[in-house]
């Protein structure tokens, strides 16, 4: 018998089963009719109810005038009109031109303009996300305004789906999100240090950085002739300054003839702009010519003439987002290696999207080894293409081999994405999960094999075995065979990890709970044991599984593990996307990856060596009871620590061992009720830290108690928050640790007191989902009261249903598109599906607006797929 095996994405997968009451009955009766009493026995009911409730995060809010003329309604389209939002958060909304978009509350009117007023600290980033893939035709923009004078400060009018803006000092502030043309959907995002950060893009047009007046450099398109190149400047009035032809020019402008004419819409007429100075107005004017420009069909390019390009920032766009590596302390891993090509991750899993942009450099020889082509999803039987065509889970599908194998090994410091924690390190897909995500035991034995350089199916050995295998998947049972796999790779000298499982309990899962393999637990951005990790003695070591419930750092974005992903919700083309995502299936790739930078360091590592280096406790921070315990292992993987004792037993002289100050997380977020927050100070490097103090500028209403440390003051810490007798508004503060050597670390706090009343994530619409024709048979329509959202479904045929909650802000008759809010029973990653026998309360879940719908390309796919994201509201 084939054991069944599913990965580990988010929280775990089960059914729940509902009996009905009653007694035992017999099938001979044929319809008979007993003596006394004389009445039919009573049939089952054919009709169930379900209740639950559904919970919004307290920093999630909504837009007042959305298209769905059931939302809640408020004009929120005038600076004097201004929506009032908390800070930080995560806001959807949407906007359109008047006849834009799907007929609804706006479509006639127009809701061209939202304007939202919020207090703001110094160092934090708006970040819109634009949901509409169209870009050109659906084009937003985001402005800034002074809340006393109605000044625009800054704006990003770039054509995109991201505009971001950071703030420079306090103060109360008026947001703008405009619909430029068209309609889109969108999630506006405010944090401290957001991870979507601010960086120097040569398409982005933001009014705040320093570029030439009146000047742009352009590309035209190739084999444009002289005389037609000509009268097309002549008729945009601009004027060639230098460059040739066939090469980029720099251009003038001249802002008061027919380009800027074109520019000024009706739009700008009916929300008059004001300036600080007359160069800040020739500036944005500037940009809004460009972005014309930008749309004129011959112009390949057009772009700011910046003044000041020096400006140093992260390669990696998306790098920020990463909270998960300097937690582990992967930044000063990395002053030592970044990894090197000769090293392989064996990824077995969904297969990898061979052709994303931050993997297709990194991917040597794999292998598809699904035989049942009723789940392989590609049409075909066991072969050497181990490109992941997509599951077809209920949300679309997860592409979750993708995901684990960014963490691993992303491309790095290549001016995109994200980063993996092997910059050079190769990655063998090993296609073992399919429809839906599942697999057996056969096929992963099979996948094994193959990565350990043995014998298998395929009759294919690689040319190099693989040094380290991840495994992100699992389940209660294992066969011989797999078993007998994994330990003859393990005495080829392959270092095997697995996901412990996301049950929440101490229940045994294989393969992470087999002997000599490397069974890693979860832990959230705070270092806690993730609620959803299992425990129990098998466990080995935890590392970053990341949490979706909450918004520790206060970013304005839940945290995940962040990382390369794929999009096929809209057709059967797959968006090369990165998304966030919860579970042990991503803490265990930050446990191979940092494998792989001991293997750079020490190619001679073994499986031996590193069961010894762990069980010393010299790699890893302690986290639970001293030594060893169920819920950590031997605690939180150090990257730093783990590159040091490589090269240490490979008899290598280890560089000074230089201390590190570390205070982790790296911000913090009290929100609005928050009291008690706890961080943590460390050695990330070697030798000795002693701590000097740890405290804050604002003693009067912060205070700080240790709670777990050592004698040199290095360990947990608490921070009490004391609200009373502070007025309503927004607050920041800085924590500071400081050692005896004079060196410290600031890490920023914010806070609100008002009376914010929970989380909003719009109108809601619960949809019961057939399973087999994922068709909704039933709605309900529910409003968020405190954060919480009451609903009841009444008279539904006995059953089988996915339940799926979502907004439908554009009125398009769909949920849970990009850009709207969205929640399942059990998590929204791994929806479950509820036999309804009798009548169920609790259906409890979260729903949250998506942020995760950033495309950088698109590749056809064969596939038979039809699933996608979205669900169609019943008709009423």
């Not at 479904?793 to 990009?818: H, K, Q, R, T, V």
Request: proline share 5%; glycine share 10%.
């Amino acid at each position: 018998m084939l054991t069944q095996i599913r990965f580990f994405f988010s929280f775990f997968l089960f059914l729940l089963l509902l009996t009905g009451c009653g007694g035992s009955g017999s099938d001979d009766n044929n319809g008979s009719w007993s003596d006394e009493p004389d009445y039919p026995e009573p049939e089952a009911p054919a009709y169930v109810n379900a209740s639950g409730v559904l919970a919004a995060a307290g920093n999630t809010a909504v837009d007042s005038d959305v298209n769905d003329p059931n939302a809640n309604y408020r004009d929120n389209n005038g600076l004097e009109q201004a929506q009032t939002i908390p800070n930080p958060v995560t806001l959807g909304g949407y906007v359109n031109e008047a006849f834009t978009g799907s007929e609804g509350r706006s479509y006639n009117s127009g809701d061209a303009y939202d304007f939202f007023a919020v207090e703001l600290l110094a160092g934090q980033t708006i970040t819109l996300l634009i949901a509409s893939p169209d870009l050109i035709a659906n084009d937003l923009d985001l402005g800034l305004f002074d809340a006393n004078s109605g000044e625009l400060l800054d704006a990003s009018v770039s054509i995109g789906n991201t505009e971001s803006l950071s703030i420079r000092q306090n103060g109360h502030y008026i947001i703008q999100v405009e619909a430029f043309s068209g309609y889109s959907n969108y999630v506006l995002s405010i944090g401290q240090h957001a991870r979507l950060q601010q960086v120097f893009n040569p398409q982005s047009l933001r009014l705040s950085d320093d570029f030439a007046v009146a000047e742009v450099i352009t590309r035209f398109e190739p084999k444009t002739a002289l005389s037609a190149l000509s009268q097309q400047l002549s008729g945009l009035s601009l004027q060639h300054k230098a460059g040739k032809p066939e090469q980029a020019q720099l251009l003038s402008m001249d802002l008061s003839t027919t380009l800027q004419k074109h520019v000024q819409s009706s739009k700008t007429q009916a929300v008059p702009l004001r300036f600080k100075n007359l160069k800040t107005q020739r500036k944005y004017q500037t940009l809004m010519a460009i972005k014309q420009l930008q749309k004129q069909a011959g112009i390949q390019q057009a772009a700011p003439n910046y003044q000041l390009q020096a400006l140093r920032v992260p390669n990696d766009r998306h790098y920020a987002r990463q909270w998960h590596y300097p937690l582990i302390n992967l930044p000063q891993a990395w002053d030592i290696t970044t990894g090197s090509g000769n090293v392989i991750v064996a990824v077995v899993d969904t297969g990898v999207l061979l052709n994303h942009p931050d993997l297709r450099n990194k991917i040597g020889a794999g292998y598809d080894f699904i035989s049942d082509t009723d789940i392989a999803m590609d049409g075909d039987g066991i072969d050497s293409n181990a490109d992941d065509p997509g599951d077809q889970s209920p949300n679309g599908s997860t592409f979750h081999g993708s995901h684990v194998a960014g963490t691993i090994a992303a491309s790095s410091d290549n001016d995109e994405g994200v980063a993996g924690i092997g910059w050079h390190t190769q990655i063998m897909p090993l296609r073992v999960l399919g429809k839906n995500g599942a697999g057996n035991d056969y096929s992963v034995a099979q996948a094994v094999r193959f990565a350990a350089g043995l014998s298998n199916s395929s009759g294919q050995i690689p040319a190099q075995r693989a040094d380290v295998l991840n495994l992100s998947l699992g389940g209660p049972m294992i066969s011989a065979e797999l078993s007998s796999a994994i330990a003859q790779a393990r005495t080829a000298g392959v270092l095997v990890v697995a996901a412990a499982g996301n049950n929440g309990n101490s229940q045994a899962t294989y393969p992470a709970a087999l002997e000599g393999v490397i069974s890693v637990a979860a832990v959230g951005p705070d270092k806690r044991h993730a609620s959803y990790s299992n425990t129990g003695a098998t466990i080995d070591i935890a590392a970053p599984g990341g949490s979706t419930s909450r918004d520790l750092n206060g970013d304005g974005i839940p945290d995940g593990i962040f990382s390369t992903n794929g999009d096929d919700s809209e057709s059967f083309e797959v968006r090369f996307t990165y998304g966030s995502s919860v579970g042990t299936s991503m803490a265990t790739p930050h446990i191979a990856g940092v494998l792989a930078l001991m293997k750079a360091v020490n190619a001679n590592l073994s499986p031996n060596d590193f069961d010894e280096l762990l069980s010393s406790g010299r790699i890893s921070e302690d986290l639970g009871s001293n030594g060893r315990d169920n819920l950590y292992g031997y605690g939180l993987i150090d990257a730093h620590q783990a590159v040091l004792m490589a090269l240490e037993i490979d008899g290598n002289p280890l560089p000074p061992p230089l201390p590190a100050l570390s205070v982790q997380p790296a911000s913090l977020n009290f929100g609005s009720f928050t009291q008690q927050l706890e961080f943590t100070v460390s050695n990330a490097g070697g030798g000795d830290l002693f701590i000097h103090s740890v405290h804050s500028d604002r003693p009067d209403v912060l205070n700080i108690t240790a709670l777990n440390t050592d004698s040199n003051g290095l360990g947990r810490y608490q921070i009490e928050l004391q609200r009373s007798g502070l007025a309503r508004g927004t607050y920041g503060a800085s924590l500071e640790a400081e050692t005896t050597q004079g060196v410290s670390q600031t890490i920023p706090m914010i806070w609100q007191v008002g009376s914010q009343s929970g989380g909003d994530a719009g109108t809601q619409y619960v949809l019961m989902i057939d399973p087999d024709s994922q068709q909704a048979v039933d709605e309900t329509q529910v409003k968020a009261y405190q954060g919480h959202y009451d609903f009841y479904i009444n008279d539904l045929p006995e059953g089988s249903y996915i339940i799926f909650s979502g907004s439908d802000m554009d009125n398009n008759g769909y949920i849970c598109e990009a850009g709207e809010s969205c929640g399942a029973y059990l998590t929204l990653e791994n929806p479950t599906q509820l036999l309804l026998e009798r009548s169920q309360d609790n259906i409890d879940f979260d729903v949250q607006f998506d942020t995760e719908f950033l495309s950088i390309s698109s590749q056809a796919v064969a596939t038979d797929s039809s699933k996608a994201q979205k669900f169609a509201r019943p008709e009423s």
